[in-house]
């Protein structure tokens, strides 16, 4: 059973950055198709981006490309998300996502993940 928790999220001004990062335990790391998502209040969580699984490629949704920056490291069986030049849309509740079959990291599709962490907020005004 894989189980994956989030750390990193906090309340910052537009134009900074957070580092977020998710351990996953359970489960070898590196057999593990990884993601991030995020959902706004009132809205549908959405892809933020992906990655493969020994961490050479990686995907983004338009919205963040440029600014965020997913990277793994499987030796700690953990996930990062680095955001830079935050803005105010970029707030919402901040999720990993992770599955043991083959996921294609460019879909970003939440239904594709069949393991989800807690999440952790991130608050840009």
């Known amino acids: 059973h894989v189980q994956l928790v989030e750390s990193g999220g906090d309340s910052v001004q537009a134009g900074g950055s957070l580092k977020l990062a998710c351990v996953a335990s359970?489960?070898?790391?590196?057999?593990?198709?990884m993601a991030w998502f995020r959902q706004a209040p009132g809205k549908e969580r959405e892809g933020v981006a992906g990655?493969?699984?020994?961490?050479?490629?990686?995907y983004y949704a338009d919205s963040v490309k440029g600014r965020f920056t997913i990277s793994r490291d499987n030796a700690k069986d953990t996930l990062y998300l680095q955001m830079n030049s935050l803005k105010p849309e970029d707030t919402g509740m901040y999720y990993c996502a992770a599955n043991t079959r083959w996921v294609c990291p460019r879909t970003l599709r939440p239904n594709e993940y069949n393991y989800w962490g807690q999440g952790t907020q991130v608050t840009v005004s």
């Open positions: 359970g489960f070898p790391g590196n057999n593990l198709y």
């Open positions: 990655i493969a699984r020994g961490g050479g490629s990686t």
